[in-house]
């Protein structure tokens, strides 16, 4: 995979995707001690967590994001995860509310450097919801209903977003943390989806791409320009995407997959 890396990285080298931010943050100390729904409880290697979340940023860097990382969240175990307290449309951005209370007080440090680049809206008690419950493809927004996102955040964005012209559709999961956690968009009329836990008629009218059965957590990768970032644990969903027509670069986060994390969470 590293080779393949590399590859991927030289030949995109020329692309221009210089107007894709990506928002990472470090691995805090306290990751051990991280929210765990569906997962057992593992060690975590702080060390090996800790690069492979650089060579992660490395390869968006080379695929030609511009990265801004923002401050350590030490007393924050989860704060690594920095998808969940926003999500980011053309015209406005979302501050989150987590349905986990542990989680809130990752919110105030990326709504300033999000404030930079767009209007910000915040979910208001007792609206919950995290930014890995949202799937934006085009103008619908497919929003998980979770332990971490409620109905009242689903109707806070029906209000705000309405009138722009979006459209919310409310997701039932299956066994799994956050709808991204099944699948993610893998171009503008394409989803990646384990059926297990996310409905593909959800989905209904785009073309869906589903994981190999023998791996339920490779539903998610990163969509940069034409290019899908994604976990080299999962094999056989790679090859798919692969055999798709899709190109795929793969890191792997395998110490942040113990945390229940994966790339775009990330
Ligand atoms: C949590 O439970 O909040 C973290 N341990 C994992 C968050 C993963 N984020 C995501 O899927 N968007």
Redesign the pocket.
Known sequence: SWVHRQRTRSRLSTMSTADTIAIVRPVPDSIGS????H?ERTPIDLETARSQHRIYTETLEGLGCEIVVLPPLHDH??SV?V??PAFVLDELAVIAR?G?E??RGEADSVAEVLALHRPCHAIRSPGCI????VIVIGRTLYVGHST?TNAEAHRQLRDLLDPLGYRVRVVPLRDC??L??GATAISDDAVLCNPGWVPPSTFEGLRIVECHPDEPFSG?VVRVGRTLVADSAWRRTNDRLAEAGFEVAEVHLGELTK????V???
């Open positions: 991280c929210e765990l729904t997962v175990p989860d995860f998808e969940d987590s986990a542990s989680r995290d930014g890995g419950d971490r943390l956050h991204k956690t998610n945390a229940e994390g994966s775009t969470c990330s």
